[in-house]
């Protein structure tokens, strides 16, 4: 029998292969992560996130209407004339201060508000009955005029306000003050009413 044949190994046996260095420095190299592997990845996890951002400012905010001070006037008006005297209204905020607000009115007056499942102070309660969100909403056009005065906001900040309306009682259903520039951002719709 000649040197280079082996028979193969029997049960149980082992055979011991020799291993070149280089290879196993290739090996060794080739699992080590680079630092531009990396950036990369960063870089794609941004551009996903920008990508997620800019699907719902297209499919979600430009949906709800640019509020002007004509269409919060009508829309007040609307609600002078028609709205309900005694209704509960619930309200999801997003952005600075999220939340779930539920309110009852009864004859004009606020009898009950909470805030996530809470009580809230008796003297905020007006805050968002629909009279109180025309208030705030009013309150939005002197913050979009001057934010760095009106709110703090650092310079340069820019606000968009946009506002969906109830057709026929007037009540804000939907409202989104779209920022740049770092002023907060809040986005908030009515997710019952109920007329009493």
């Known amino acids: 029998m000649s040197a280079s044949h082996q028979d193969p190994p029997s049960n149980g046996e082992s055979v011991t292969v020799p291993i070149r260095r280089e290879s196993v420095a290739r090996a060794v190299h080739d699992t080590r992560r ?3 592997a990396g950036i990369l990845g960063l870089i794609g996890v941004a551009l996903v996130l920008f990508a997620i951002i800019f699907a719902i400012q297209a499919f979600i905010v430009d949906k709800i209407p640019d509020m002007t001070e004509e269409s919060l006037h009508a829309a007040t008006e609307r609600w002078q004339k028609r709205g309900p005297a005694s209704y509960d209204i619930d309200i999801q905020i997003d952005g600075a201060q999220p939340g779930i607000v539920h309110v009852e009115v009864r004859d004009g007056a606020v009898t009950a508000s909470t805030r996530d499942g809470l009580p809230t102070p008796e003297w905020t309660w007006d805050e968002w009955s629909v009279p109180g969100q025309f208030e705030m909403l009013e309150r939005e056009f002197e913050f979009a005029e001057d ?22 009682l007037g009540y804000p259903r939907r409202f989104h003050r779209n920022v740049t520039g770092g002023a907060p951002e809040v986005y ?8 009493k």
């Open 34 to 36: 680079s630092p531009r």
């Open 147 to 168: 934010p760095q005065r009106e709110m703090q906001a650092p310079p340069g900040a820019r606000l968009w306000l946009r506002c969906e309306f109830d057709p026929g």
């Open 188 to 195: 908030w719709r009515t997710t019952s009413f109920k007329s």
